[in-house]
């Protein structure tokens, strides 16, 4: 989860691992990838996200999409800069075209339900 800002006490400095994360969009063009290949994938990125925070680097897989007939994967990443992002994908060994700052709208509740990667709705409508 992505830690909202709060204000530090006192000088109204922030110490680094209270400042809120930057959202960085990984665009992937990856050649043959289907949904069974991108599940083996994903557990090497959370694996290295895990590795790099406990070693002090903040960072996070938020979410991944998957687009199967243009072969992208977009992959949206918590991180305290760029450079962290790009560390995550290489000790991953993943495929990274472009990295780009990002600002996330998430919402917590929709409307439709929405097919995710287990073929269960993500989503449902608060009236049903």
Known sequence: MITPYVAAPGDGS???MDRPLETFLVERYWPGIDLARLRDALPRLEAAARAMTAAGSRVEHVGSILMPVDEVVFSLIAADN?????????????????????????????????????????????EE
């Open 14 to 16: 922030v110490p680094a």
């Open 82 to 126: 760029e450079s962290v992002v790009r560390q995550l994908n290489e000790r991953a060994d993943l495929p990274t075209d472009r990295i780009t700052e990002a600002i996330a709208l998430l919402t917590t509740r929709g409307r439709h339900r929405i097919r995710v990667a287990d073929g269960e709705p993500a989503t449902q409508s608060a």
